[in-house]
């Protein structure tokens, strides 16, 4: 009996070091454009390009831009998400069914979208306000766009007028996807 304790233990502790607690900046649950929800630790490991979006903006065109990054970066490790929001000028006024068609339709949008949220320091979703902290910055319009690292405890920020497929954003993805990702360290006991 007390062997078979030992190996629970033993299966547990390798369980807990398998399992690497979710990131910081992406330990949050937020509905997709399609209402399901999606946790977003799935995207640990993954350099995630994180916009607030809106279908009647002058940036609006930078959908196609984003798409192009999604494409071409996409295979390296890089996830856009765009999260529409009507905080800005009521730039967003439509339904999450009208959202996702004028994306897939005007820009063959097919990174992933999600629900209509806020992201203002009034009614800011949950990534959102992880993001305004870890930057100091808060989206001042559409097209806000957050840069978060592998390990999903750094983040960048870069404001709408900065282009998805300008050289300094270019740079910044690939700088953080040539970053390799940040392993966890065991106690000193367990090395």
Same mark, same amino acid.
């Given at each position: 009996?007390?062997?078979?304790?030992?190996?629970?233990?033993?299966?547990?502790?390798?369980?807990?070091?398998?399992?690497?607690?979710?990131?910081?900046?992406?330990?949050?649950?937020?509905?997709?454009?399609?209402?399901?929800?999606?946790?977003?630790?799935?995207?640990?490991?993954?350099?995630?390009?994180?916009?607030?979006?809106?279908?009647?903006?002058?940036?609006?065109?930078?959908?196609?831009?984003?798409?192009?990054?999604?494409?071409?970066?996409? !295979?390296?490790?890089?996830?856009?998400?765009?999260?529409?929001?009507?905080?800005?000028?009521?730039?967003?006024?439509?339904?999450?069914?009208?959202?996702?068609?004028?994306?897939?339709?005007?820009?063959?949008?097919?990174?992933?979208?999600?629900?209509?949220?806020?992201?203002?320091?009034?009614?800011?979703?949950?990534?959102?306000?992880?993001?305004?902290?870890?930057?100091?910055?808060?989206?001042?319009?559409?097209?806000?766009?957050?840069?978060?690292?592998?390990?999903?405890?750094?983040?960048?920020?870069?404001?709408?007028?900065?282009? !998805?497929?300008?050289?300094?954003?270019?740079?910044?993805?690939?700088?953080?996807?040539?970053?390799? !990702?940040?392993?966890?360290?065991? !106690?000193?006991?367990?090395?």
């Amino acid at each position: 009996m007390k062997t078979l304790t030992m190996l629970a233990a033993l299966l547990l502790t390798m369980n807990a070091h398998a399992a690497p607690a979710c990131p910081p900046l992406l330990d949050a649950r937020l509905k997709d454009i399609d209402g399901h929800t999606r946790n977003l630790c799935d995207y640990a490991g993954k350099v995630v390009l994180v916009v607030n979006t809106a279908s009647q903006c002058g940036y609006t065109g930078q959908y196609q831009g984003l798409q192009a990054l999604s494409d071409r970066y996409g !295979p390296r490790g890089l996830v856009v998400l765009g999260l529409p929001a009507n905080d800005f000028a009521g730039q967003e006024p439509g339904s999450d069914a009208q959202i996702k068609n004028f994306c897939e339709t005007a820009f063959q949008v097919d990174f992933q979208l999600f629900a209509k949220t806020g992201v203002t320091a009034a009614n800011a979703n949950p990534l959102h306000e992880a993001l305004a902290r870890a930057t100091g910055e808060r989206p001042a319009w559409n097209f806000h766009k957050y840069l978060i690292d592998r390990s999903g405890t750094r983040a960048l920020s870069f404001p709408s007028r900065v282009e !998805p497929q300008s050289k300094e954003m270019v740079q910044a993805i690939e700088s953080l996807l040539a970053a390799k !990702p940040a392993r966890a360290r065991l !106690p000193q006991g367990d090395r």
